[in-house]
């Protein structure tokens, strides 16, 4: 069992939905991170969370440490938000990522 | 402020060649990740380092991998002989502290092919 896990793998939205990104970690951690790669393969890193929730235009993430969840939500969705998702959870002196959510929104 | 820079972007190499990959922190950052992104797969810690340390390599394969962050210029990430295997998305970040509680900033990538 991978230590994050992301779900869905592959959401398809219209665009204007509201689209929701879940993470779930299994080790303690000191921060959770959600990035963004696009299909040329540039990552961006979007939140870095460590309790409670963050906004920033139309993404938001919040997290719960007890539950050890997160999610990244996208309000009012593009096409231009099609990318794949990345949660990862700050660990020791790494890392560790999700396998990713590959998101389309379709006009 | 320049972000960080990769270079090169693409890289060819047959089997049992060398690669080099150069990773330029952004300024002020004196903390280097590096992250492998095999195909179809998700992103991997390799190796932490700052400046003329290594910090944490507990992600890098045991062999024919090596990286270095020199007091000056980029830091770089070796990999002898290569394989097959080795093809893939090479990622550098840069923070201005040891620390991944704070966001780290990537670089484009290096993507390796190995013919």
């Known amino acids: 069992k991978n230590e994050v896990e992301q779900s869905p793998q592959n959401l398809t939205a219209q665009e204007g939905e509201f689209i929701t990104i879940n993470c779930s970690y299994s080790?303690?951690?000191?921060?959770l991170h959600w990035l963004q790669q696009h299909p040329g393969g540039g990552i961006v890193s979007l939140f870095m969370?460590?309790?409670g929730k963050k906004k920033h235009g139309r993404l938001i993430a919040t997290i719960n440490i007890q539950e050890k969840h997160s999610s990244l939500h996208i309000t009012a969705s593009h096409p231009r938000d099609s990318a794949v998702y990345i949660c990862a959870v700050s660990y020791n002196n790494d890392m560790r990522f999700g396998a990713g959510t590959r998101l389309t929104v379709k006009p | 402020n320049a972000g960080v820079m990769q270079n090169p972007r693409h890289l060819v190499r047959r089997r049992g060649q060398e690669a080099r990959l150069r990773c330029s922190p952004m300024?002020?950052?004196?903390?280097v990740y590096w992250y492998r992104q095999l195909p179809e797969e998700g992103l991997k810690f390799m190796v932490y380092?700052?400046?003329?340390?290594?910090?944490?390599e507990s992600g890098m394969p045991k062999e024919r991998f090596s990286a270095e962050f020199p007091k000056e210029g980029p830091s770089i990430l070796r990999i002898q002989q290569v394989v097959r295997g080795d093809s893939a998305a090479y990622f550098c970040a840069s923070s201005p502290q040891g620390t991944t509680q704070i966001t780290q900033y990537f670089g484009p990538g290096t993507r390796l092919t190995v013919l």
């Open positions: 080790v303690g951690i000191s921060a």
């Open positions: 380092l700052q400046k003329e340390n290594i910090i944490d």
């Open positions: 300024k002020g950052h004196s903390h």
């Open positions: 969370l460590s309790s």
